[in-house]
């Protein structure tokens, strides 16, 4: 039995219909059911991770784990932890990010350090994985884009392989259905390096009209535009860190570890962004 969490995210979504796919048995906790749009055969948990009672009801009688928690605290990977281990969980599939791999980490790689530490603490077999960026994120500028307004770029010069959230899925899918993995951390990325005004140019052409692209003068500028209301300083902080850092990248990072594992390439943002059409055309 497999246990699920984050199943409602770009993620775990891919993840139920990947292991529905291959017959798996497996539960998902999830707050609210009604966002899960297509639960499969699997077994629907209500349940809130901030809340100790109730993964210990979800994890009873699972022996795996995929472990995706929201946010920039440790709270509930500890939640988790302990109630695996009461469960007797024997194999725990941690979703972490490739911000982790740094020497100094970022702000946003050290959280999920403490995040990998937990789990590694608790003496329970752990594969990492640790993807780049989402293709999903660019969905944050399809309302400017619908609109007919400007795309703001945060990272000029910079470039990025970003992953689709369905190859991570496919991955997680791999590892909890298979042997062999315990003790693995594996870096996961797209194929194809992007700037942000590349990739911009790729839904452009997508939906068949220009989009323009303007550059932000400063990360604050950035930082605005996704937080008008403003943001928590940590996280403020860690985000405006993130851009410079992605600005003074020009190559970008890549793996393979997508095609070592699942024996095929990476699917490419072009074919993301036909999947995904609808969220950038005007109504």
Known sequence: MIVVTGGTGNIGRELIGELDA???????????????????RSELIVGDLDEPATP???????????????????????SAVSA???AGIRHIVQLSSFNAMGDPAPA??????????????????????RPGGFMTNALAWAPTIRSGGAVLDPTGPGRYAPIDPADIAAVAAELLTNDGHQGMTYTLTGAQTYTVAEQVATIARTIG?????????????????????????????????GFELMRAD??????????????????????WCTRNIDAFRTA
């Open 84 to 86: 695996a281990r009461a």
């Open 56 to 78: 210990a009801a979800a994890f009873d009688g699972a022996d795996k784990l995929f472990l995706l928690v929201p946010g920039i605290g440790s709270e509930h990977t500890v």
């Open 22 to 40: 291959r017959g798996a048995e497996f539960r998902v906790l999830v707050r609210d059911p009604a966002r899960v749009a297509d639960p499969g």
């Open 108 to 129: 946003m790689g050290r959280w999920h350090r403490d995040r990998e530490r937990i789990v590694a603490e608790s003496g329970i077999p752990v594969t990492v994985l």
């Open 209 to 241: 009209r220009a989009i323009e692209v303007h550059e932000a003068a400063t990360p604050q500028e950035a930082l605005h535009s996704r937080y008008p209301n403003g943001a928590p300083p940590a996280l403020a902080a860690a985000i405006i860190e």
């Open 250 to 271: 020009t190559v970008g990072f890549r793996t393979d570890t997508v095609r070592q594992l699942l024996g095929r390439d990476p699917r490419t943002f072009e074919h």
